[in-house]
């Protein structure tokens, strides 16, 4: 089980919008704004969208943002496109005790 | 640009060790203040992370495997190491190693079997 909770899959149509959440506690995304998230597309190595809540790597596209309130972190991807039918995994420092979390992975599928 | 790559058998006996090598390239090891890690993803299933250095050395592992996992670092070849001992089946698993925040390396299959 893991230590993050995200919902198992995720779906929408080319150009809309989608939101994963992640679910973590006071220990991890409650109190520290180090949370990231993962692309990971089969046979390939995960890939960062977002780090630090809501920063993009250079070269992520825009359509990809991210946002905490709480306990709970969120990935959105606007104006859906088929490549970005992937894995996603959302992560959180956790403290000096268990460092790393991850979540269990949302599979997003574009309709 | 920043790479990372991961080298070692991949295939390990029950109760052996397990030994990985990830060697940077495009960047130094001990630029700033950057933690390295190595995450796991056994087949069909979601990734662990296993555990992290920096490269003074100082190491946070997971609690799950942490009685059976070191990490060391050698900033002279600008690698870092991954040692899991006393392997089972449940250790069979692509083996990612990364920067914290950063590029991963490609992955390496790492089968537990007699």
């Known amino acids: 089980q893991s230590a993050l909770t995200q919902p198992p899959s995720a779906s929408g149509s080319p150009g809309q919008s989608v939101t994963i959440s992640c679910t973590g506690t006071?220990?991890?995304?409650?109190?520290?704004?180090?949370v990231s998230w993962y692309q990971q597309h089969p046979g390939e190595a995960p890939k960062l969208m977002i780090h630090?809540?809501?920063k993009r790597p250079s070269g992520v596209p825009d359509r990809f943002s991210g946002s905490k309130s709480g306990n709970t972190a969120s990935l959105t991807v606007s104006g859906l496109q088929a490549e970005d039918e992937a894995d996603y995994y959302c992560?959180?420092?956790?403290?000096?005790?268990?460092?790393?979390?991850f979540g269990g992975g949302t599979k997003l599928t574009v309709l | 640009q920043l790479q990372l790559q991961e080298s070692g058998p991949g295939l390990v006996k029950p109760s052996e060790t397990l030994s990985l090598t990830c060697t940077v390239s495009?960047?130094?090891?001990?630029?700033?203040?950057?933690?390295w890690a190595w995450i796991r993803q056994p087949p069909g299933k979601g990734l662990e992370w296993v555990g992290s250095?920096?490269?003074?050395?100082?190491?946070y592992y997971s609690p799950s495997l942490k009685s059976r996992v070191t990490i060391s670092v050698d900033t002279s070849k600008n690698q870092f190491s991954l040692r899991l001992n006393s392997v089972t089946a449940a250790d069979t698993a692509v083996y990612y190693c990364?920067?914290?925040?950063?590029?991963w390396g490609r992955g390496a299959m790492v089968t537990v079997s007699s």
């Open positions: 495009g960047g130094s090891i001990t630029g700033s203040s950057y933690y």
């Open positions: 250095i920096n490269y003074s050395g100082n190491t």
């Open positions: 006071s220990s991890d995304i409650g109190t520290y704004n180090y």
């Open positions: 990364a920067r914290h925040d950063g590029p």
């Open positions: 630090d809540v809501s």
């Open positions: 992560t959180s420092y956790a403290g000096i005790n268990n460092f790393v979390v």
